[in-house]
T-cell receptor, first 114, second 112 residues
């Protein structure tokens, strides 16, 4: 069984640029969630996708957007990067639209904004 | 407001000693409760979960946690800590939306 994989693992961008992060969900999982983990903090929920539709969103501005593809892989896009966007971005997958929060996480993409 | 509080930011224990990490939550509905562990440079790994039933739940790596509704707590315990347990531990709560609300985390250091 393949776990959750994310790419790239590390990247550096400058303020104002745009970034796309990618995630392949665990086999058999049709729900993908994205979390932002700032240094020294717990992860914060960005949004969740179920069968290619956004299925819940946290307190993040519209410049954070996402996609889910028919194979249930996902992208997180962030436009107009700000310094505070520097963080570890975690993707997690699960099975089903209504679920209990038992998520399987990837190792994350560490974004540095200069 | 929904929230999770982990009062201890950093804990140091000696190898072989017992461990308890505290977690308090605020959640309007019946909560689902989790403990995750994060090693340096790694993603989050689920240690254990509580959905309903027996309030003492067993997890992987010898960890257990006890749900106390009256205290809104879900403390994590281990009777004997190993050096490999050094990591960051996160308590989290969710409802049936699957959205996890995490605490700030507790960093565990293990002394030889």
């Amino acid at each position: 069984e393949t776990g959750v994989t994310q790419s790239p693992t590390h990247l550096i961008k400058t303020r104002g640029q745009q970034v796309t992060l990618r995630c392949s969900s665990q086999s058999g999982h049709n729900t993908v969630s994205w979390y932002q983990q700032a240094l020294g903090q717990g992860p914060q929920f960005i949004f969740q996708y179920y069968r290619e539709e956004e299925n819940g969103r946290g307190n993040f501005p519209p410049r954070f957007s996402g996609l889910q593809f028919p194979n249930y892989s996902s992208e997180l896009n962030v436009n107009a990067l700000e310094l505070d966007d520097s963080a570890l971005y975690l993707c997690a997958s699960s099975r089903g639209q209504v679920n209990t929060g038992e998520l399987f996480f990837g190792e994350g993409s560490r974004l540095t904004v200069l | 407001a929904q929230s999770v509080t982990q009062p201890d930011i950093h804990i140091t224990v000696s190898e072989g000693a017992s461990l308890e990490l505290r977690c308090n939550y605020s959640y309007g509905a019946t909560p689902y409760l989790f403990w995750y562990v994060q090693s340096p440079g790694q993603g989050l790994q689920l240690l254990l979960k509580y959905f309903s039933g027996d309030t003492l739940v067993q997890g992987i790596k010898g960890f257990e946690a006890e749900f106390k509704r009256s205290q809104s707590s879900f403390n994590l315990r281990k009777p004997s800590v190993h050096w490999s347990d050094a990591a960051e531990y996160f308590c989290a709560v969710s409802g049936n939306t699957g959205k996890l609300i995490f605490g700030q985390g507790t960093t565990l250091q293990v002394k030889p």
